[in-house]
């Protein structure tokens, strides 16, 4: 059986100045999918977000983070096959906490270089 395509990041979203809401939106193959994990990496001991594959929203929601933090969001899909787990490779975006408002890095940086080219 071939392992799953990965769910896309779609948005992380700052709930306030120690939460963020992670938004996920499925492969366009979910065929043999069961579930979808969220995580965030680099933050400690965060459990893992598990979720349905029939859940909609496709969100998780993490809390008492740190504000004026870098985390890695990771999202994968699983699936089972023989009884065992098998998840797809992971799906990562790096955000910054700060405020309250999650900012992705890859947009971060094409306003930084898009600002200096002003300057």
Do not use: H
Request: proline share 3%.
């Amino acid at each position: 059986m071939t392992l799953t395509q990965e769910p896309t990041i779609a948005s992380v979203k700052g709930i306030n100045s120690s939460a963020i809401e992670v938004i996920l939106t499925a492969p366009s193959n979910t065929k043999g999918i069961v579930s979808y994990e969220t995580s965030l990496t680099d933050a400690g001991s965060y459990p893992v977000c598990s979720l349905k594959a029939s859940a909609t929203p496709l969100e998780c929601s993490f809390a008492d983070l740190v504000a004026e933090r870098e985390y890695t969001v990771e999202a994968v899909s699983c699936m089972t096959n023989a009884g065992k787990k098998e998840c797809s490779v992971k799906r990562s975006e790096k955000i910054f906490l700060n405020g309250g408002i999650a900012t992705a890095w890859a947009l971060t940086a094409a306003i930084l270089v898009a600002f200096s080219t002003l300057v």
